[in-house]
């Protein structure tokens, strides 16, 4: 038999001697149906026993993106945390502020077979059952079977220390997430225990962009033109004193005003609760931070010789739209006066900066 190069022969030692084989990617459907031209794929996976592990801990279901975490790395489903009112119930920091990016990426890579049996009744989640002892395991278990629920990782690198590239070993740890928040902007030091009371008014609190199906998140002053340079076809702007006509149908549940080019941004959002009537809300994106998105607005709707006027003194400042029925400060329209072509076209609204009316009061003082 004639010997390879030396090359060759360097190669098959380093393949023979590494304790780790390399990683592999995932075949291709085609792939899978031999379509590869007869090489090999290795695919590395793994399986979880427990999956209960890829549950929300709050409300048991099985967890789906977006994932979120807070500072201490409780995770939570996006529902939980909004019924918890953003404040992690095991620690007590705000959750729902940042994305548990690795539990995403795990539980995107999770491959779990039809939980139904055949045989059974239908049901759209199996009870869990519990990971057989060693006994059972031996067949000890009295004839009883022992179904394991089981789901298999395609991609076992999510496992590996992203810095040395070894498989992950507890114990395991993360950056500080206010650590980050304070090397990027925030620099505001406060008394132990405070974190949620500051956290309400920092100007560096994530606000969220307001634009169907967009998941962009950011300090106010990024969204503003994140909205501006990617979402531009659907806002509207307007300026600071000067009433303008607003035009929705009832389909349209929310309208973006933008002030000038990359200015703060204001939902109107209206609901619709038949048989009482129409609600109107006019909310500010902004964290509540001293200085920021502070407005005045005075909201008309007229109708076959009724007008309704709803005067607010200062805008609510909010930092994600919420598609819920308001209960507070809010303009309601009664639904025997309402257009019943569905279009607003008596609905105008009137903007004014707070900032604006308190220097113009200084400068009449002086």
């Given at each position: 038999m004639v010997k390879g190069t030396n090359a060759e022969q360097a190669l098959a030692r380093e393949e023979a001697s590494s304790s780790r084989p390399k990683r592999q990617r995932v075949p291709s459907i085609v792939e899978e149906e031999g379509e590869n031209g007869g090489g090999d794929v290795v695919v590395r996976s793994g399986t979880l026993f427990e999956l209960d592990l890829l549950d929300?801990?709050?409300?048991?279901?099985?967890?789906t993106i977006p994932i979120f975490q807070c500072d201490k790395g409780h995770i939570a489903c996006s529902s939980c945390c909004t019924n918890v009112s953003n404040k992690c119930p095991y620690c007590s920091l705000a959750i729902g502020n940042y994305r548990s990016r690795i539990m995403e990426r795990v539980v995107?890579?999770?491959?779990?077979?039809?939980?139904?049996?055949?045989?059974?009744?239908?049901?759209?989640?199996?009870?869990?059952l519990r990971v057989p002892s060693i006994d059972e395991e031996n067949g000890e278990n009295g004839g009883r079977d022992v179904v394991v629920p089981s789901g298999t990782l395609s991609q076992l690198d999510l496992l590996d220390c992203p810095v040395c590239s070894k498989a992950l070993k507890i114990s395991i740890f993360q950056q500080s997430l206010f650590l980050a928040k304070r090397q990027n902007g925030c620099t505001e030091t406060f008394s132990y225990g405070n974190e949620l009371v500051h956290?309400?008014?920092c100007s560096f609190a994530l606000c969220y962009c307001?634009?169907?199906?967009?998941?962009?998140?950011?300090?106010?002053?990024?969204?503003?033109?994140?909205?501006?340079?990617?979402?531009?076809?659907?806002?509207?702007?307007?300026?600071?004193?000067?009433?303008?006509?607003?035009?929705?149908?009832?389909e349209s549940k929310s309208l973006v005003l933008q002030q000038y080019s990359d200015g703060p941004l204001v939902v109107l959002q209206c609901f619709k609760e038949p048989p009482q009537g129409l609600f109107w809300t006019v909310n500010c994106i902004a964290p509540s931070a001293p200085g920021v998105g502070k407005f005045s607005y005075e909201l008309s709707y007229s109708t076959a010789g009724n007008t309704l006027t709803f005067r607010s003194s200062e805008m609510n400042r909010i930092q994600k739209v919420s598609f819920q029925t308001p209960e507070k400060d809010?303009?309601?329209?009664?639904?025997?006066?309402?257009?019943?072509?569905?279009?607003?076209?008596?609905?105008?609204i009137c903007i004014r900066s707070l900032e604006e009316e308190e220097e113009e009061e200084e400068d009449n003082e002086d």
């Open positions: 929300c801990p709050i409300c048991c279901n099985a967890l995107e890579a999770f491959i779990v077979r039809c939980p139904i049996v055949a045989g059974e009744a239908s049901s759209s989640r199996q009870k869990r956290e309400k008014k307001p634009a169907p199906n967009c998941n962009y998140a950011g300090v106010y002053k990024d969204l503003y033109s994140h909205y501006a340079a990617n979402h531009k076809k659907l806002w509207t702007r307007f300026s600071c004193g000067y009433s303008m006509h607003v035009c929705m149908d009832f809010f303009m309601f329209i009664p639904e025997y006066i309402l257009c019943p072509m569905g279009l607003y076209k008596g609905t105008y």
